[in-house]
């Protein structure tokens, strides 16, 4: 595994592997590599020659009161499981050779509708940075393929919509969410969890399968879905920021057109975010009928 932290060295190094006629996937991350990152990087290795891993805490997608100083930074740890996993090339930048000219004067790239909504409420900004930094870190590799999970998924969605828009020639592959043998889905900010909230997070999940599981059976009062959900999850000790069924392609209301619903919720256990989603494949036998997907 080689590891690059200069743009023009890593773009002489994939320059070498495209006159070879090799195929490039790439996976971008914030480092703290846990078992979901390194399911992306077997994904990604699947599908290409080589694999190539970013880790770059971006700030320009941490609001003033987020936890960017105190985000977890694990390199030396990180790339042993990287190399472990046979990663080709690692691509460990610093803030400067990204924003170069600092983030005040950065052009930023914005995919409107799409990143106003859920998470985009409570983290203003937030998705403006992220689009921001991928947009920059695809520019830099140029990647045939990009790995991403599907923990984030008004994230995933912001990408690919990107990649659209944007026209880049770049496949965007969605890897189910990682889980814990409890159901909770593996985050980096996991760890944040004291123990005797490390025991109730997995309720989120467990809330958002019950709701999947009332819809299936024909339940269609979201709003009294949604209601109740947040009731049991404030009950148990979270602090919700929402809860919401929509549709899964476009991430606004469901509605007769819809043919796969997304469950979305994030919540608060003490100071630690927590967020989730799973999904419904419409059922063209029924008009409400639905068959349960991950």
């Known amino acids: 595994m080689?590891?690059?932290?200069?743009?023009?060295?890593?773009?002489?190094?994939?320059?070498?592997?495209?006159?070879?006629?090799?195929?490039?996937?790439?996976?971008?991350?914030?480092?703290?590599?846990?078992?979901?990152?390194?399911?992306?990087?077997?994904?990604?290795?699947?599908?290409?020659?080589?694999?190539?891993?970013?880790?770059?805490?971006?700030?320009?997608?941490?609001?003033?009161?987020?936890?960017?100083?105190?985000?977890?930074r694990t390199l030396a740890a990180d790339k042993e499981?990287?190399?472990?996993?046979?990663?080709?090339?690692?691509?460990?930048?610093?803030?400067?050779?990204?924003?170069?000219?600092?983030?005040?004067?950065?052009?930023?790239?914005?995919?409107?509708?799409?990143?106003?909504?859920?998470?985009?409420?409570?983290?203003?900004?937030?998705?403006?940075?992220?689009?921001?930094?991928?947009?920059?870190?695809?520019?830099?590799?140029?990647p045939d393929i990009a790995v991403f999970g599907e923990k984030d998924f008004q994230q995933?969605?912001?990408?690919?919509?990107?990649?659209?828009?944007?026209?880049?020639?770049?496949?965007?592959?969605?890897?189910?969410t990682a889980r814990d043998a409890d159901g909770l889905a593996l985050s980096s900010r996991n760890g944040y969890l004291n123990a005797e909230q490390r025991a109730l997070a997995p309720l989120l999940h467990e809330v958002l399968g019950n709701c999947r599981e009332a819809i299936a059976c024909g339940f269609d009062n979201f709003l009294?879905?949604?209601?109740?959900?947040?009731?049991?999850?404030?009950?148990?000790?979270?602090?919700?920021?929402?809860?919401s069924i929509r549709d899964a392609r476009t991430l606004r209301e469901v509605t007769a057109q819809t043919e796969e619903v997304a469950i979305l919720a994030a919540a608060r256990l003490g100071k630690t975010r927590l967020i989730d989603n799973v999904r419904l494949s419409l059922n063209p036998v029924s008009d409400w009928g639905m068959l349960a997907t991950n």
């Open 156 to 176: 995933l969605s912001i990408i690919r919509k990107m990649v659209t828009d944007l026209c880049m020639p770049i496949a965007i592959v969605g890897v189910p």
């Open 81 to 142: 499981k990287l190399f472990a996993e046979g990663t080709s090339i690692l691509f460990a930048p610093s803030v400067h050779d990204i924003y170069p000219e600092g983030m005040e004067v950065q052009t930023i790239v914005r995919v409107p509708d799409l990143s106003e909504t859920l998470c985009g409420q409570s983290r203003p900004g937030h998705f403006d940075g992220v689009s921001t930094v991928v947009s920059k870190l695809f520019n830099i590799v140029q």
């Open 224 to 243: 009294q879905l949604e209601s109740h959900a947040r009731m049991q999850l404030h009950r148990a000790g979270f602090v919700p920021d929402y809860f």
């Open 2 to 72: 080689r590891t690059y932290t200069s743009n023009s060295r890593l773009q002489e190094a994939l320059l070498g592997a495209r006159k070879l006629g090799q195929t490039i996937a790439f996976v971008p991350t914030m480092g703290n590599l846990h078992e979901g990152h390194l399911q992306l990087v077997r994904k990604a290795r699947s599908l290409a020659d080589v694999v190539v891993v970013s880790i770059f805490v971006n700030p320009l997608q941490f609001g003033p009161n987020e936890d960017l100083d105190a985000y977890p």
